[in-house]
């Protein structure tokens, strides 16, 4: 089902966008995701910076990856010095 | 009305002190023959502190209307001035800043464009830009210079309008040539002018006024596709008609300031008009004087200035010419390939189903400047009548005073 | 102050430009517009040429920009920054209008190769000239990735691009890579730099730089293209490195002090040149792209290679020369 889009009357002035892109999940784009083993992960954060998506979070004091938003380059995996992630399928 | 003082100015110079005037925040410029005198005299009120706006001295017209768009963007007041290739080389981001709505005010001294090269006055460059969603002003003296150049801003600002404006002046012949201008005082140009407001939009992340804000961030010019794009062209459109609207409250402000009382559209002679002249800018001057000529030898000539030719106030041009005999148009652009010029296309579009209509003949005239004396125009009201007289118009599109 | 900058700390400073973009799975361009925009100081704006990143993070009715942005063309993302940077000062000496009250205002104009090299040079080179304040990112993933992997003046050496491809008579693109740093700092602005995204803490660092000093700074970022370099999408960082150790793209710093160009190597350039024998032959970067795999395929153009390793030996060799190694 399509979403009924707004007419031109109820859009914002000045063609300013009005949904953050957090609302759009890119989730969806790859088949692989990282997966992090927590024992080797020694918190230095690489892959934080490196991700594109900025989907690696590290709130908890550890990796934490967004899947809403992941596409699963592999940056991550392929990065990590202490080879703590690999990619593994999605879903 | 408020106290004046009368100067001997030309129309660069008339444009420049009314910019002093409002004292913009951003000036950002780039020098073209005729509009030099602008930036040159603006540049000295900079250099004496008689203004503190931020000159901004580019490196191209492209760049001076970027520099405009990224200061109206941020908030700020933002003026400019070019002229012919200046103002085309700056196309791109006249539509821009007109579909990004941000009410820069820019005079365009109008010179016609490239090639072959030529200086002088014609009204190919700012003809040219009639899409780009810009208002239009057209001048006829230096006094309307001035005059444009500080009401230009409440026009683009009004908040139903929000669309840059050109302040269009002859090239020499009003650009170069002193005149008597009635000037405001500064603190009376700077309360009518007052400050910029924004307009509240809903963003991104919540509600925000109108402008590149560090604590409530919007974007502005993303990537529009057709599921959204035509939509918004449809706020330009309705700020277009908005702005028939608007004009005429700002120019009724005005008057009472100035005692200067200015409209979309100038009629002179009209009421009985059976033959009658409708054009832009500095030329409407000498068809004034020819019109009482002819009226004193007994013909009904009137003359249509138009000073807003953006948005094209079609209705009273409707309202205004219904019931004249034969309309000549002067356009001083040429339109190559199309049935005439700019003027002439849209004035007979709007009568095709008006009920009813004059006869519209076209004069083309002007171009690179060639000089347009009583003569001519006479000549093109002489055929206007010989138009009237037959009841048809037997060649639309004319070229007045070219060498066959 | 940069020295204080730690992974550790950056780590927690929230991100501008937020997820839910549609750039490639891969692509450099977020990383690099994510670690400049963390070390931002306070009040900061943006403008962004047309390209990848302009698109991409912008699809009408989302954005992903969390500051205040304005996309207006290709060519004109310095003029456009020198507005919003006039329209700072303006009011600030006025004491009056929205900005005024912002003490510091990081303004930065992001454009790629093509914004940059090609197009907007002049545009650039106006804004440097004028000294506005404000900080131009160059993300450069050398040729025009958003139009279909053009070949820009940024594009290097035998590079394969859809306008420069590798036909049986001509190898990818006859022209070298445009020195465009050496054009920007022919201009004595304040800062000069080159980062890459496999290096986020020098990134990091190197931006803070750039927002701190007064005038324009310059940040060459090499942005490796997936897409248009034709490797897998995992490798970005890796590529970003090999270009590094490979001594094809350098990172240094350049401080204009007193008129005279002060250049710095950046420490995994530094550790190069203390080391020599650690700079890998450029071989091992170009053969990881397939946008130079016809260098080795059908058959090996060793005069190519040679070529390309010369350029980037004599490069390497005046630079270490300007930073007095």
């Given at each position: 089902?399509t979403?009924?889009k707004?007419?031109w009357r109820?859009l914002?002035?000045?063609?300013?966008?009005?949904?953050?892109s957090l609302?759009?999940?890119?989730g969806?784009?790859?088949v692989?995701?990282p997966?992090?083993?927590l024992?080797?992960?020694t918190r230095?954060t690489?892959?934080?910076f490196?991700?594109?998506?900025?989907a690696i979070?590290?709130?908890a004091?550890?990796?934490e990856?967004?899947?809403r938003?992941?596409?699963?380059?592999?940056?991550c995996a392929?990065?990590c010095?202490?080879?703590a992630?690999?990619?593994v399928?999605?879903? | 009305?408020?106290?004046?003082r009368?100067?001997?100015?030309?129309g660069?110079?008339?444009a420049a002190y009314?910019?002093?005037q409002?004292?913009p925040?951003?000036v950002?410029?780039?020098?073209?023959?005729?509009?030099?005198i602008?930036?040159e005299?603006?540049?000295?009120?900079v250099a004496d502190?008689l203004v503190?706006?931020e000159?901004?001295a580019v490196e191209?017209?492209?760049?001076?209307?970027?520099?405009?768009?990224g200061?109206?963007?941020?908030?700020?007041?933002?003026?400019?001035?070019?002229?012919?290739?200046?103002?085309a080389?700056m196309?791109?981001?006249?539509?821009?800043a007109?579909?990004?709505?941000?009410?820069?005010v820019?005079?365009v001294?109008?010179r016609?464009l490239?090639?072959?090269?030529?200086?002088?006055?014609?009204?190919?460059?700012s003809?040219?830009?009639?899409?780009s969603?810009?208002?239009q002003?057209?001048?006829?003296?230096?006094q309307e210079?001035?005059?444009?150049?500080?009401?230009a801003?409440?026009?683009g600002?009004?908040l139903?309008v929000?669309?840059?404006?050109?302040v269009?002046?002859?090239g020499?012949?009003?650009?170069?040539t002193m005149?008597?201008?009635?000037?405001?005082?500064d603190?009376a140009?700077?309360?009518?002018v007052?400050?910029?407001?924004?307009?509240?939009?809903?963003g991104?992340?919540g509600e925000?006024?109108?402008?590149?804000?560090?604590?409530?961030?919007?974007?502005?010019?993303?990537?529009?596709?057709y599921?959204?794009?035509?939509?918004?062209?449809?706020?330009?459109?309705e700020?277009?008609e908005?702005?028939?609207?608007?004009?005429p409250?700002?120019d009724e402000e005005?008057?009472?300031?100035?005692?200067r009382?200015?409209?979309?559209?100038?009629?002179?002679?009209?009421?009985?008009?059976?033959v009658?002249?409708?054009?832009?800018?500095s030329?409407?001057?000498?068809?004034?004087?020819?019109?009482?000529?002819?009226?004193?030898?007994?013909v009904?000539?009137?003359?249509m200035?138009?000073?807003?030719?953006?948005?094209?106030?079609?209705?009273?041009l409707?309202e205004?010419?219904k019931?004249v005999?034969v309309?000549?148009?002067l356009?001083?652009?040429?339109?190559?390939?199309?049935?005439?010029g700019?003027?002439y296309e849209?004035?007979r579009?709007i009568?095709?189903?008006?009920?009813?209509?004059?006869?519209i003949?076209?004069?083309?005239?002007?171009?690179?400047?060639?000089?347009?004396?009583?003569r001519?125009?006479?000549?093109a009201f002489e055929?206007?009548?010989?138009?009237?007289?037959?009841?048809?118009?037997v060649?639309?599109l004319?070229f007045l005073g070219?060498r066959w | 102050?940069?020295?204080a900058?730690?992974?550790k700390?950056?780590v927690?400073?929230?991100?501008?430009l937020?997820?839910g973009?549609?750039?490639?799975?891969?692509?450099?361009?977020?990383?690099?517009?994510?670690?400049?925009?963390k070390v931002?100081?306070?009040a900061?704006?943006a403008?962004?040429a047309?390209?990848?990143?302009?698109?991409?993070?912008?699809?009408?009715?989302y954005?992903?920009?969390?500051?205040?942005?304005?996309?207006t063309?290709?060519?004109?993302?310095?003029?456009t920054?020198?507005?919003?940077?006039?329209?700072?000062?303006?009011m600030?000496?006025r004491?009056?209008?929205?900005?005024?009250?912002?003490?510091i205002?990081d303004?930065?104009?992001?454009?790629?190769?093509?914004?940059?090299?090609?197009i907007g040079?002049?545009?650039?080179?106006?804004?440097?000239?004028?000294?506005?304040?404000f900080t131009?990112v160059?993300?450069?993933?050398?040729?025009?990735?958003n139009?279909?992997i053009?070949?820009?003046?940024?594009?290097?050496?035998?590079?394969?691009t859809t306008t420069?491809?590798?036909g049986?008579?001509?190898?990818?693109k006859?022209?070298?890579?445009?020195?465009?740093?050496?054009?920007v700092i022919?201009?004595?602005?304040?800062?000069v730099?080159?980062?890459?995204?496999?290096?986020?803490?020098?990134?990091?660092?190197?931006?803070?730089?750039?927002f701190?000093?007064?005038?324009?700074?310059f940040?060459?970022?090499?942005?490796p293209c997936c897409?248009?370099?034709?490797?897998?999408?995992?490798?970005t960082?890796?590529?970003a490195?090999?270009?590094?150790?490979?001594c094809?793209f350098p990172?240094w710093?350049?401080?204009v002090?007193?008129?005279?160009p002060?250049?710095?190597?950046s420490?995994?350039s530094?550790a190069?040149?203390?080391?020599?024998e650690?700079k890998?032959?450029?071989?091992?970067y170009l053969?990881?792209?397939?946008?130079?795999?016809?260098?080795?395929?059908?058959k090996?153009r060793?005069d190519l290679i040679?070529?390309?390793?010369?350029?980037?030996?004599?490069?390497w060799g005046m630079?270490?020369?300007?930073?007095?190694?």
């Open positions: 089902m979403e009924a707004p007419g109820e914002p002035f000045g063609a300013v966008p009005y949904k953050p609302e759009y999940h890119t969806d784009w790859g692989e995701r997966d992090f083993d024992e080797k992960c230095c690489l892959c934080h490196y991700c594109p998506e900025g979070g590290f709130d004091g550890y990796p990856v967004d899947l938003f992941c596409k699963g380059c592999g940056i392929n990065e010095p202490v080879e992630i690999r990619m399928r999605k879903g | 009305m408020r106290e004046q009368l100067l001997g100015l030309n660069d110079e008339a009314a910019i002093k409002v004292n925040d951003v950002a410029a780039y020098p073209i023959t005729p509009q030099t602008i930036v005299r603006f540049s000295e009120y502190g503190d706006t000159f901004v191209s017209e492209h760049s001076a209307m970027s520099c405009c768009i200061a109206a963007a941020a908030g700020a007041r933002a003026f400019t001035a070019t002229a012919a290739n200046g103002l080389l196309w791109e981001m006249l539509y821009i007109a579909s990004l709505r941000l009410p820069i820019m005079a001294v109008n016609a490239s090639a072959p090269i030529n200086i002088h006055n014609d009204h190919s460059d003809m040219g830009a009639r899409d969603g810009w208002i002003i057209y001048c006829e003296n230096s210079v001035y005059d444009a150049c500080v009401e801003w409440r026009i600002e009004h139903d929000q669309l840059p404006v050109m269009c002046l002859d020499f012949t009003l650009s170069h005149e008597n201008v009635q000037t405001l005082s603190e140009v700077r309360e009518f007052g400050e910029r407001p924004y307009i509240k939009v809903q991104h992340l925000a006024e109108f402008r590149l804000d560090p604590e409530n961030p919007l974007t502005m010019g993303p990537l529009d596709l599921d959204f794009y035509f939509e918004h062209k449809m706020h330009q459109v700020a277009m908005k702005a028939l609207k608007a004009m409250q700002v005005y008057a009472e300031l100035s005692g009382g200015y409209q979309l559209l100038h009629p002179y002679e009209m009421e009985d008009a059976e009658a002249l409708i054009g832009l800018g030329t409407m001057g000498t068809v004034r004087y020819v019109v009482d000529r002819l009226r004193r030898r007994g009904k000539a009137g003359m200035k138009m000073r807003v030719f953006r948005p094209f106030p079609a209705e009273q409707i205004l010419l019931d005999e309309v000549g148009v356009d001083k652009a040429m339109s190559f390939g199309a049935p005439g700019p003027l849209e004035l579009t009568f095709y189903d008006a009920g009813r209509q004059p006869l003949v076209d004069y083309v005239y002007g171009l690179g400047g060639r000089d347009t004396p009583p001519l125009i006479e000549e055929g206007l009548m010989e138009a009237k007289r037959r009841g048809e118009v060649e639309r004319n070219v | 102050m940069s020295a900058i730690t992974l700390e950056a927690k400073w929230p991100d501008l937020a997820s973009h549609r750039l490639c799975a891969g692509c450099a361009e977020p990383i690099i517009a994510r670690l400049v925009l931002r100081r306070g900061t704006m403008t962004t047309t390209g990848c990143l302009e698109v991409a993070t912008t699809i009408f009715p954005s992903a920009w969390r500051i205040p942005w304005i996309h063309a290709f060519e004109n993302a310095a003029a920054a020198s507005g919003i940077e006039a329209a700072w000062r303006a600030r000496r004491g009056r209008g929205p900005l005024a009250k912002y003490e205002l303004v930065i104009a992001f454009a790629g190769d093509g914004g940059t090299y090609d040079l002049q545009a650039l080179s106006g804004a440097l000239e004028r000294g506005h304040d131009y160059l993300v450069d993933n050398e040729a025009y990735m139009t279909g053009q070949r820009s003046g940024g594009t290097p050496y035998c590079a394969w420069s491809p590798a049986t008579v001509i190898p990818g006859r022209e070298w890579k445009k020195p465009i740093d050496e054009i022919a201009h004595e602005i304040p800062y730099a080159t980062v890459s995204p496999a290096y986020p803490l020098d990134v990091m660092r190197k931006a803070r730089s750039a701190e000093v007064e005038g324009p700074a940040l060459h970022a090499l942005a897409r248009g370099w034709r490797f897998p999408p995992s490798k960082i890796e590529v490195k090999l270009a590094v150790e490979t094809f990172l710093e350049c401080r002090e007193d008129g005279r002060l250049y710095k190597l420490p995994p530094l190069i040149a203390k080391r020599p650690r890998k032959p450029v071989e091992e053969r990881v792209q397939g946008r130079f795999r016809h260098l080795f395929r059908p090996r060793e040679d070529n390309i390793q010369r350029w980037v030996d004599r490069r630079l270490l020369e300007k930073a007095g190694l």
